[in-house]
């Protein structure tokens, strides 16, 4: 994809959505971390089912260690690998308030020591709570990326690297949201519907999926 048609790609997304947002429900930027954390190998939905009654008790890392790691696992056992996660979120909080005055640190190579959060949770964070211009490859941008012919890359990382150079201003804060949204609901995995999708004309993907009888794009 030439760098026209990439610009013209997030234009058409940005038209149709002008604020994208995670889908992950969150109170503040410690909540938006543990909610990161518990979303890796899980829906968005299933860890928001999850969190709604925690995020109403636990709102500080000091409160988490206070509510300490079997309290967490009650709340959080619907999600996939929940005892690890529990572990993690715990161990980390006990490093926030242990080394950073309870606070979230606006550092991705500080977020990435924490137990738990790797460069794409890191990512997400450095995003959503801070502005930054990140891109937080995953499942879905990974094959929106690869299968539009945006970035094409065979790792994460390949791909995140190739998006930094190549998303333009001013979609650069908001274009991982754009590309997870429109591979969570349009560009899906086994069947992309291409006969609704708004940039179809601009993809590098053949053969392009016909509507299925009766759809309306």
Known sequence: MKKDAIFEFFRRLAEDNPSPETELEFGNTYQLLVAVVLSAQSTDVGVNKATRKLFQQVKTPAEMIELGEEGLKEHIKTIGLFNSKAKNVIALSEILVRDHGGEVPADRDVLTTLPGVGRKTANVVMNCAFGAETFAVDTHIFRVANRTGMAKGKTPLAVEKLLDKRVPQPFRVGSHHWMILHGR?????????????????LCAFKPKTPAPKGAQA
């Open 185 to 201: 609901y349009i560009c899906k995995a086994r069947t992309p519907e291409c006969w609704r999708c708004p940039v179809a004309d």
